[in-house]
């Protein structure tokens, strides 16, 4: 008897789940010390502007909505300025996001469905084709907008006053936008399924007063940002970055020619078959006429609208993906409960099968991420980081950054012209532009010549102590502006010296090299990226 007692703890869904958890934490904190790629150096080097008092969009130029500028910012404050604690972030949104979706589990009264969502989205969302031990916007966006949904849920299925939890579910929502725009998706969500759920119930009176006060909720953070943003000058540029630039650079692509690249997903399937196969299960049970039209509404209006928060800009990278893994998770773990409930439970074997079904899906699972992700477990960080980014130079960047760090002092800027915004945060130095990415520059969007002579404007009056130069992907689509920033490199550069080179992965396995005080050759066809250090004059 007390074994079958021990056997019934050991595999229950809520064990399982525990023992998922621990895995998968135990899988960040391993990988915490990997480098930052630029997403995460952007986000990182923001953060350190606030931190010495600056101001997004004035400091540093982005059509991204600063949330996440301001979030890593709160974790550098609490515990210092590292690598480790930005992925501690990244531990920090997982975790709330998986607490989210188990309670979003529990609303529907079933447990199992919680702990097998919670822990389908604790596989899914560390997944290494999905990029998900990288701490990018998309796990915060995640972590509120999941918030949201508990909070809308909550407001539409209470009897009594719900003036709050959908106060505080326009809240959540709103807050999820301020992290990445793509969260409005997720409002888009909350306020279709408001109206037809309630419009079918002839609810109009309560339909009318959730949907003021929903708007009111999401309207808070959003007006509190633009009021700081006004209060700080910085209001006209936060407006043009987010709206006019986003707008030309939405344009530079067409969908038409892109679809093609939304067939990356398959690379998602693979990190965990087992979850999608119950998630693509989970969705055509939905066609079930007898499933009440509540809860149809509600898995499909969420997968549709997460999956389409990918697709604005037509770049879909793999971590944008991301932002719809919840409701994979979410319908995974529903349809793994109901298969249990539609076994009969008359017959002594069948109800054993009913109790162990839903653990044994959990175990399937995670054997199938365990197998897909092996190289988390045991592979070296550099062929980690290999597989997701191929030849980048992420490695050589943190050896740049700290070594600009021990050689520079501490109001020296930085300048550079490329796509590596996570020197600046390892080298603890200033950027001489707000532009961290030259790709703004390159693009042929009509705003791309403004932006390039503020950027040269900025350097020359700045006059960074080191210089860097990168020729990754340069993104030579508009040949005007790349005319006008070859001829003021000329002359720019001049006043510097050469001090190191990163050459390519393929011919050179030990890239970065640092160039001696007599050295002048090197090998120009196979160069990453140029440093450079200003020149010391004779008076000085």
Request: aromatic residues 18%.
């Amino acid at each position: 008897m007390r074994n079958r007692r021990l056997s019934d703890v050991l595999l229950h869904p809520a064990f399982l789940f525990g023992v998922t958890l621990l895995l998968c934490m135990l899988i960040r904190i391993r990988l915490a010390d990997l480098p930052l790629e630029r997403d995460e150096g952007e986000y990182a080097c923001a953060a350190q502007a606030l931190l010495r008092g600056g101001t997004p969009f004035l400091d540093v130029y982005n059509m991204k909505f600063p949330g996440v500028y301001y979030m890593y910012a709160l974790f550098f404050g609490l515990f210092g300025q590292s690598v480790v604690v930005i992925r501690f972030a990244l531990i920090c949104v997982n975790l709330l996001s998986t607490f989210w979706i188990v309670k979003i589990g529990r609303l529907y009264k079933d447990t199992n469905m919680g702990w097998l969502a919670g822990g389908f989205y604790l596989m899914l969302s560390l997944g290494r084709n999905g990029q998900g031990m990288i701490a990018n916007a998309e796990h915060f966006v995640v972590a509120f907008a999941l918030g949201g949904v508990f909070f809308l849920l909550k407001a539409i299925n209470s009897e009594r006053s719900s003036t709050l939890p959908i106060l505080l579910s326009g809240v959540f929502f709103s807050t999820g936008i301020l992290m990445k725009q793509h969260g409005a998706f997720y409002v888009l969500f909350a306020y279709v399924y408001m109206l037809i759920f309630l419009s079918r119930r002839r609810q109009l009176n309560r339909l009318f007063g959730l949907l003021v006060t929903f708007s009111l909720g999401v309207a808070i953070p959003l007006s509190l940002l633009c009021l700081y943003l006004f209060f700080r000058s910085a209001f006209p540029n936060f407006f043009f970055y987010t709206v006019d630039y986003a707008k030309a650079y939405t344009h530079t692509r067409h969908f038409s020619t892109h679809i093609h690249e939304i067939s990356y997903i398959h690379f998602l399937i693979e990190d965990n078959l087992v979850i999608w196969i119950l998630g693509v299960l989970g969705l055509l049970w939905l066609l079930n006429f007898w499933i009440p039209l509540r809860r149809r509404f509600f898995f499909l209006f969420l997968f549709l609208f997460t999956l389409s928060a990918t697709v604005p800009g037509y770049y879909f990278r793999p971590h944008y993906f991301q932002l719809f893994l919840p409701s994979v998770a979410i319908i995974a773990g529903w349809f793994g409960a109901i298969l249990s409930e539609k076994l009969p439970d008359k017959i002594e074997s069948v109800r054993s099968l009913r109790f162990y079904l839903p653990s044994a899906l959990l175990i399937l699972a995670l054997c199938s991420f365990t197998i897909s992700n092996r190289t988390l477990f045991t592979g070296h960080r550099q062929n980690i980081f290999n597989h997701l980014y191929g030849g980048e130079v992420f490695f050589e960047t943190r050896q740049i950054g700290e070594w600009i760090k021990e050689h520079t002092k501490p109001d020296d800027k930085i300048g550079m012209f490329g796509g590596e915004p996570e020197i600046f945060f390892y080298a603890r130095r200033r950027p001489a532009s707000g532009y961290m990415y030259h790709y703004l520059l390159m693009e042929p969007q009509p705003y791309a010549e403004f932006m390039t002579r503020h950027f040269m404007e900025e350097m020359e009056k700045n006059q960074p102590e080191i210089f860097i130069e990168s020729n990754i992907e340069k993104e030579e689509n508009n040949p005007v502006t790349y005319a006008i920033v070859q001829n003021w490199l000329r002359t720019f550069k001049q006043d510097y010296v050469l001090i190191g080179v990163v050459y390519d992965q393929t011919h050179f396995p030990n890239r970065l090299h640092w160039l001696s005080s007599f050295e002048t050759s090197y090998d120009a066809d196979h160069i990453m990226m140029y440093i450079y250090r200003k020149m010391k004059r004779t008076s000085e």
